[in-house]
Nanobody, 124 residues
């Protein structure tokens, strides 16, 4: 599966952004999907994940209650709605896909497939 992330940009503290990740191929609905981020000088960090049908989600503590992951299998797209953004959310955001992990386990692995990343910058 090939992934293409979009929707990043510059936003003020407290603002919102919605990231999208479009997937190619007819097997999108068989992949658990996730979002990760990497701030300058930092390692890649898990943000959120979602099950194949969207019925189960999992979030990092740092974003729980502010971010929402969702998917539309008819459109081969996964979304990340980000509200109440903080400067510490500034990072390059990557979508990822994995066929065999669980939603929760995706927080601890490197998924098999990655998108190219989209920059999110939150100004104070």
């Amino acid at each position: 599966v090939q992934l293409q992330a979009s929707g990043g940009g510059l936003v003020q503290t407290g603002g919102s952004l919605r990231l999208s990740c479009a997937a190619s191929g007819r097997t999108f609905s068989s992949y658990r999907m996730g979002w990760f981020r990497q701030a300058p000088g930092e390692g890649r960090e898990f943000v959120a994940s979602i099950s194949v049908r969207g019925s189960s989600t999992y979030y990092a503590d740092s974003v729980r209650g502010r971010f929402t992951i969702s998917r539309d299998n008819a459109k081969n797209t996964v979304y990340l709605q980000m509200n109440s953004l903080k400067p510490e959310d500034t990072a390059v955001y990557y979508c990822a896909a994995d066929r065999f992990t669980t939603v929760q386990a995706m927080s601890a692995i490197l998924p098999d497939y990655w998108g190219q990343g989209t920059q999110v910058t939150v100004s104070s």
